[in-house]
């Protein structure tokens, strides 16, 4: 597809991993894109989370719609990227303290979102998970676990070797917007300015979306929840495990390479940037971990290590009980061409940029159909996952490359 090298069809705004899934999509749809991220690749909320390639089974008796998207996505992973996830397998468990009746709503939810289940007898989970505590029952279910970085990384190369430009240690500080066209600037680290033009922009930065909003454009009602977790600095379980109960946090183990993480809370908050953890968040995860673990359970390890990210969710008129959803919001600014991503996960990133980028080639005029989901994804070398280099120009052979 010919195009203007002056004028970018899509300029995305955000290098975690739905900016990088946009970039690659829309790259291989034949777009010209450049991607701009203030930090390094994965930095925000993407490389601040569990890892837990979800089955969509945490959401069922809440959101049976996005959980069986989950399932979808986790599906489609691990038949295009097998490379960069862990198919430990999951379980949810019942301990003798959880409210009695909830697994039989549990399991008629998985059924209902095509996840596939099987009970498990309590002498089978400590066959399986002999550090977890106090099981009656469970169900297994196909979760996994993500290597964040090779994922995010990955999707920015394949969209860099299909013509994307990317731009690393880049921060928007003004969009200027007309019904037609938009003028991005852009500040680099050494304090030199650029203004890049583009057909469309896609604002992809999770909680910094709103202030990324052109001036006099509408913003997506959004809450910013704090997710605080506990490293142990052991590989514990074998399987993610997770609690089955109604909905809340402290109840996921997630192994990770040589550690298992524990989590999650769920503060809200005003700023991004907040990811410092209390002592009184610290002392509420390490007795949520005992109580799947057993009260010594922690007791071999000193300081333990803590962070947080903070999660871009969607507030939704049919939102109750403090339940907020899950699903993504791909707002179209009225009058500007500009879309702002925000909600959903990591698990379900590559249909948030499918209906992203359908969304851009229909303002387009482009006719192209999204392949990501049939479309292998490469494994990462790990050229630029912290590269000091700011810009990367499109790959030689690019229609559009200067």
Request: aromatic share 6%.
């Amino acid at each position: 597809m010919a195009a203007d090298a002056q004028l970018t069809d899509v300029v995305v705004i955000g290098g975690g991993v739905t900016g990088c899934a946009v970039a690659r999509d829309a790259a291989l749809r034949g777009l010209s894109v450049t991607l701009v991220e203030q930090g390094d690749l994965g930095a925000g909320t993407s490389g601040r989370f569990h890892g837990m390639l979800q089955s969509g089974a945490r959401y069922v008796t809440t959101d049976v719609g996005y959980a069986a998207q989950c399932m979808r996505e986790r599906r489609t992973f691990e038949r295009i990227a097998a490379q960069a996830m862990d198919a430990t397998g999951g379980l949810f468990v019942v301990l003798g303290s959880d409210p009695p009746g909830f697994e039989e709503v549990f399991e008629r939810g998985c059924a209902e979102a095509d996840i596939p289940t099987r009970r498990l007898s309590s002498e089978e989970v400590a066959a399986r998970e002999p550090r977890v505590r106090g099981v009656v029952a469970a169900f297994e279910v196909p979760d996994a676990v993500f290597r964040p970085w090779s994922v995010v990384v990955a999707l920015a190369e394949d969209a860099h070797t299909r013509g994307a430009a990317i731009r690393l240690h880049a921060r928007v500080t003004r969009i200027d917007a007309d019904g037609e066209r938009c003028a991005v600037v852009v500040q680099r680290r050494d304090g030199s300015v650029d203004v890049l033009r583009a057909r469309t922009v896609t604002i992809a930065a999770g909680p910094w979306a709103p202030s990324l909003v052109p001036t006099g454009g509408a913003t997506p009602s959004m809450q910013l929840a704090k997710g605080s977790m506990l490293v142990l600095p052991e590989r514990l379980v074998g399987a993610v495990v997770n609690r089955c109960r109604p909905p809340g946090g402290f109840d996921i183990l997630v192994p990770f390479g040589a550690t298992t993480i524990f989590g999650t809370t769920s503060l809200d908050v005003d700023d991004p940037t907040t990811r410092s953890v209390q002592p009184d968040e610290e002392r509420d995860l390490r007795d949520g971990a005992r109580a799947l673990l057993g009260r010594d359970a922690l007791d071999a390890y000193g300081g333990l290590t803590t962070y947080a990210g903070v999660r871009p969710l969607v507030v939704s008129a049919t939102d109750t009980d403090g339940a907020v959803s899950r699903r993504h919001l791909a707002f179209e600014h009225p009058g500007l061409p500009v879309i702002t991503i925000v909600g959903g996960s990591f698990t379900t990133h590559r249909a948030m940029a499918e209906d992203v980028v359908d969304r851009v080639c229909r303002r387009l005029g482009v006719d192209v159909a999204c392949t990501t989901a049939q479309t292998p994804l490469p494994r990462s070398s790990g050229a630029f996952a912290w590269s000091r280099d700011a810009f990367f120009q499109p790959a030689a052979g690019a229609p559009w490359a200067s």
